[in-house]
């Protein structure tokens, strides 16, 4: 399993196509999805946690929502992906939650990784691209789109506490994360993603996995 995670304005949308096309000239089998969504029923969750209408949604619904809605995607379109043999590439997954919910809402840590075990058990990404950038220039990004969702339309201080969680994470599990300076130009970053996506792959083929 792959994620791609950053706040808004990062670049992921973009990347995901660079790792796409990267894994297909390797020749691995992979499913591209996202979070929240990825399932029917997920893909309707996602639209009322992104709704601008909702911006009253208390933070525990919030919490609530998205993991009813991982918990659908993982039994609809994760697990029997992985457990076939092919590859997930999701743009975001549970590090979203400790850092939208967790850092920018302010719900404990504990809480959130106790929604994780009950929903994923020992089911982790294997790989995480962190796509970093300050948090008023991702902002800046986002509010240069047509139309705000009820996440792109929040302050410059939810992004910070957000970023702040990522990079904590990254620090925490550097073998799981790479952390790419999203302030560069894309044609750079995407040099940066294949070559990280390639040195990963060469490692599981080396190790027989």
């Keep these: 399993m792959i994620t791609l995670e950053g706040i808004e304005g990062a670049g992921k949308s973009t990347q995901r196509e660079t790792l796409a096309t990267t894994l297909t000239e390797l020749g691995i089998p992979f499913l591209q999805t996202r979070e929240p969504g990825g399932s029917p029923i997920a893909e309707r969750i996602r639209a009322l946690l992104l709704d601008p209408a909702h911006k009253g949604l208390c933070a525990q619904a919030e919490l609530l929502l998205v993991f009813a809605a991982r918990a659908e995607h993982l039994d609809q379109t994760m697990r029997p992906a992985l457990e076939a043999g092919t590859w997930v590439l999701s743009d975001r997954f549970t590090d979203a939650s400790f850092a939208y919910q967790g850092g920018g809402r302010g719900i404990p840590a504990e809480s959130i990784t106790g929604l994780e075990s009950l929903v994923q058990g020992e089911l982790r990404p294997d790989l995480t691209f962190l796509f970093d950038l300050p948090a008023e220039i991702g902002l800046k990004r986002a509010k240069a789109r047509a139309d705000l969702d009820r996440f792109e339309a929040e302050t410059l201080e939810f992004f ?35 070559q990280a996506l390639i040195d990963f792959v060469t490692r599981m083929q080396s190790s027989g996995q």
Excluded: S
């Design 160 to 194: 910070e506490r957000a970023r702040q969680v990522y990079l904590h994470r990254a620090k925490q599990e550097p073998g799981r994360f790479r952390v790419l300076d999203a302030t560069l130009d894309v044609e750079q970053v995407g040099r940066h993603v294949r």
